[in-house]
């Protein structure tokens, strides 16, 4: 059974920094991409960042450019999103999601074509 187990969340002051991690269990992860999306109280689930099956591309939304980063360790069957200055705009339940994918250099930020989700870890940003 595919299973995915996001931690690492929490709660942190404005311009912290927090690592959340994404564990696969039940299947490799060698053939999928994984993104990060969140959602807000009262707001739509958005794309966050993606990682092509290779790690040799990412995507990233405008609001978290230059602030996150997400990487992969296929050896560990696990992915990261790395926080950095983080806002209070930034709070929300964080998934991680997986795409089978045969295209090993490409990964959209689109939750339409991620198959299986992982039940979502809190991020507060706030004093």
């Known amino acids: 059974q595919l299973q995915l187990v996001e931690s690492g969340g929490g709660l942190v002051q404005p311009g912290g920094s927090l690592r959340l991690s994404c564990a696969a269990s039940?299947?490799?992860?060698?053939?999928?991409?994984i993104g990060w999306f969140r959602q807000a109280p009262g707001k739509e689930r958005e794309g966050v960042s993606c990682?092509?099956?290779?790690?040799?591309?990412?995507n990233y939304a405008d609001s978290v450019e230059g602030r996150f980063t997400i990487s992969r360790d296929n050896a560990k069957n696990t992915v990261y999103l790395q926080m950095n200055s983080l806002k209070p705009e930034d709070t929300a339940v964080y998934y991680c999601?997986?795409?089978?994918?045969?295209?090993?250099?490409?990964?959209?930020?689109?939750?339409?074509?991620?198959?299986?989700w992982g039940q979502g870890t809190q991020v507060t940003v706030s004093s």
């Open positions: 999601a997986a795409a089978f994918t045969t295209v090993q250099d490409m990964c959209i930020m689109d939750p339409s074509l991620f198959g299986s």
């Open positions: 990682i092509s099956s290779s790690g040799g591309s990412t």
């Open positions: 039940g299947f490799t992860l060698d053939y999928y991409a």
